[in-house]
């Protein structure tokens, strides 16, 4: 769980004291009131809680065949974006020595100062115990515990370990970012089953594909900062290889479930088209080993679950006549 080493440079100003208000000296204190509630939801990354939503509804309608109660849905959203925003804020803490020294993430809160780091941890563990409570108040249990320990995971196996030490980090990290299927499922059985588990494993393909097609275009940044993700330690055409192999998974996967989740044509239609397209896009990165065929992979794939998952409600919704 070694960190990475720091440039003098770095170190220099890692090692410089906060002013008494919890700001970089070499950071412009905040200009209005809200800036510091910006910082605080901007430490829960809410783009990645929009994706991690986008799976969890579809999967509850699925789950109950039908669409579940409005406050049961409302209630698993609340308590998923608690543990996911808690997550990603556990993440930036641990890995703000190595986001100033990427220029992707060098103006996050933790890195400008607009955020101290012990107030973040704080509050991102306030996250953590609000989001147990939550889901065991209002949901239940079993997904409480999967939301927890989906951020036990992602925080000690994926930021602490893997991201730092292996090319397979996001491999295996990814699980976590699998995980909301499984609450969603939970929140409405409050138990598991087939159907969920092939879900898990549709978002654990679709991770690498989608994360090793923007980690091209950014692996100077994770060469600068000493982070083995794939791209930067191999070569163009070896990533885009992995990702062909993960993708057909990935396919398979989508129309597995089918079958496992007793779905209707516009699912399989759906699954099937959206799966050759993804395919496409990633034969396209293999042809051209260009940045541009990457980002347009990387930004198909969110295109690519956002509309997969919306197949799976509009099924349920139509097949049932809700």
């Known amino acids: 769980m070694g960190f990475t080493r ?24 905040p200009r209005s009131r809200t800036r510091p509630v910006r910082a605080y939801v901007a430490l829960t990354k809410p783009r990645i809680i929009e994706l991690l939503l986008v799976t969890t ?35 930036m803490y ?19 100062g607009e955020v101290a780091p012990g107030r973040a ?37 994926y930021t602490l370990w893997l991201k730092r030490t292996s090319t397979r980090n996001i491999i295996i990290g990814g699980a976590a970012g699998a995980v909301p ?14 159907a969920p588990l092939v879900l898990f494993g549709l978002i654990f393909y679709w991770t690498p594909p ?8 950014y692996r100077d940044d994770y060469r600068a900062a000493n982070v083995p993700m794939l791209p930067a330690v191999a070569s163009t055409r070896t990533t885009a ?22 779905m209707g044509l ?14 496409l896009f990633a034969v396209q990165v293999l042809r051209t080993q260009a940045t541009a065929a990457a980002m347009r992979l990387f930004s198909y794939s969110i295109t690519y679950i956002t509309l997969l998952f919306g197949a799976m409600a509009i099924d349920q919704v139509v097949r049932t006549g809700v």
Request: charged letters at 10%.
């Open 6 to 29: 720091l440039s003098s440079r770095s170190r220099t100003r890692a090692a410089e004291p906060p002013t008494s208000s919890g700001v970089s000296p070499t950071c412009p204190p």
């Open 57 to 91: 509804l579809p999967t509850m309608v699925v789950a109950d065949r039908g669409i579940p109660s409005v406050w049961l849905m409302a209630a698993t959203v609340i308590g998923g974006t608690l543990a996911a925003g808690g997550a990603n804020a556990i993440n």
């Open 94 to 112: 641990a890995d703000r020595d190595i986001d100033r020294l990427m220029e992707r993430t060098k103006n996050r809160p933790l890195v400008t």
């Open 121 to 157: 941890l704080a509050f991102a563990i306030a996250l953590e115990v609000l989001a147990f409570a939550w889901l065991w108040g209002f949901v239940n249990l079993l997904s409480a515990v999967l939301a927890v320990s989906a951020t036990a995971f992602y925080v000690f196996v």
């Open 181 to 194: 299927v499984l609450v969603g499922w939970s929140a409405v059985t409050n138990g598991l089953g087939w």
């Open 210 to 217: 989608h994360f090793w097609a923007l980690a091209i275009r």
């Open 241 to 262: 290889v992995r990702i062909i192999g993960y993708t057909v998974v990935l396919w398979g996967l989508s129309v597995l479930f089918s079958a496992v989740g007793e």
């Open 266 to 279: 516009v699912y399989t239609v759906s699954a099937v088209v959206l799966g050759a397209v993804f395919l």
